[in-house]
């Protein structure tokens, strides 16, 4: 069984290097496919994080990649909006916990096929007459 959370654990691994966020996949893995409850998959999901975020910085940091001064303005409000909602998800049913992770996957989803669509290359645009 535990080969199941590690492989859940690669794929997220996976799809967080890619930027996306590991969490769009760790979670409705563990939730749909290894029978987790929804508030125990995102906390897992947030301890998983915290790591991976740590080696990113590093890595950003060495490309000098980053804004400091945004990166105060964003990380104060950052860090008091999660401890506040982490409080207030878990006084949430399961239920309701899981349809506004859903709403927030399909927002998320459109948003990036929209950037993508504006995005997409000329040559392809031309080709495709749109």
Known sequence: MWIYFVIAGLLGGIIGGM???????LI????IFLGLGQHLSQGINLIVFIPLSLVAIIIHMKNKLIDYKAFFYV???AIMSSVLFSYLSNGLNAKVLKLIFAIFLIIVGIIMLIIAIKNRPKKLTKRLGI
């Open 19 to 25: 930027g996306m966020g590991g969490g769009t996949l």
């Open 75 to 77: 990380m104060v409000p």
């Open 28 to 31: 409705p893995i563990l939730t």
